[in-house]
């Protein structure tokens, strides 16, 4: 009885979880989406996209690092080899991109030269680029 | 999921296209559109039921890898509204305003 309780509780967990990734990545995509529009009918320059793609990079892992903490949770409750093989999948579809994404962020921060825990996405890209004291180049 | 991965397909490929006609850069673009494609791949994969539906989510974000990895990965220059110039890619030089050109000695990642 407890066993058929706690595996529902995972369960309502797991959608819960789930559905905060999906919608930190939806609202990040539709926000971001709205900038990229905003700024090149404003500036009309490529180097403002930068830091936007940045935020966008941002909200996607931060969506995927939800959905991943779901994938774990979901473990708990996967009866058969079948599920565990597709979560199996998923999880590696996701700390693959997860770990690509991170690489690339990084990479253009060094680019744009902002720290790598500078990036709060609600901060406009430009100005950031344009304030920041750091050296532009990678001297590592 | 299905009526909202369409509409964020189709502001992908409306963003895209206003991106395209105010930077006039195909790269940037594209780069762009494959950026919101891959959210939209992330939100399929939330609903994937089946070994079909995983396998297109997991194809949308590899071509997305590959195509980002392989056209768009020599980076090219753009103009900065303050008048310097940086690289939209993977390469790590940098031209000052003032004249002086910086170039990386690492590689990119």
Known sequence: ?????????????????????????????????????????????AAVFTPIRLSLGRFLTLGLEFQLAADILRTAVSPSFGQLGRLAAIATIRTALNYFLRR?????????????DAGHPARPGPSRSGSSGRSGVDRR | MKP?????????????????????????????????????GLIRLSAAQTWTDLAAAAVVVALRQLVSTALLGSGHRTERPGGAKALFGTGHRVDRPGGADETSPGGPG
């Open chain 1, 1 to 45: 009885m407890s066993e058929e309780l706690l595996g529902r509780v995972v369960e309502v967990l797991v959608v819960v979880v789930e559905a905060v990734g999906a919608a930190v990545i939806f609202v990040g995509a539709v926000w971001t989406a709205g900038r990229f529009v905003v700024s090149g009918l404003r500036y009309r320059s």
């Open chain 1, 104 to 116: 690339e962020i990084e990479r253009e921060q060094r680019q744009l030269g902002t720290p790598a």
């Open chain 2, 4 to 40: 909202w991965t369409t509409l964020l397909t189709a502001v992908a490929l409306g963003t895209a296209a206003v991106v395209l006609l105010t930077a006039r850069s195909w790269r940037i673009a594209l780069r762009i559109l494959l950026d919101l494609l891959t959210a939209v």
